[in-house]
């Protein structure tokens, strides 16, 4: 399992390019329930400004706080039953 995951691990690091920073920002969108900042971690891109990237999020964040992809991904998720959840987090094929 280890070599595995190493092997992903690396797969990553293959593919992750080398003039990049890892950033962290807060944000709160205007239409939430929580009086909460969210925290994000994100890779800076030639592709896309930071401002739009955190102008985005922002605009796609639901009354959770949390953006739409995610919160969507949550719902999903607890939906699934435990042994199925169980499953998938030991596949070792990931």
């Known amino acids: 399992m280890l070599k595995a995951r190493l092997k992903w691990y690396e797969g ?5 390019p080398t003039d990049y920073s890892i950033k962290l920002a807060f944000y709160r969108a205007p239409k939430t329930l929580y009086l909460i900042a ?11 400004d930071e401002e739009t990237l955190l102008s985005v999020l ?4 639901r ?4 953006p739409q992809p995610i919160d969507e991904i949550d719902r999903v998720t607890t ?3 435990k ?5 998938v ?3 070792k094929n990931y």
Do not use: C
């Open 12 to 16: 990553i690091l293959e593919n992750t």
């Open 83 to 87: 042994g199925l959840r169980y499953k």
């Open 79 to 81: 939906t699934l039953s």
């Open 58 to 61: 922002i605009h796609i964040s």
């Open 63 to 66: 009354e959770t706080v949390l």
């Open 38 to 48: 969210i925290k994000i971690e994100y890779m800076t891109s030639i592709s896309i």
């Open 89 to 91: 987090y030991q596949n």
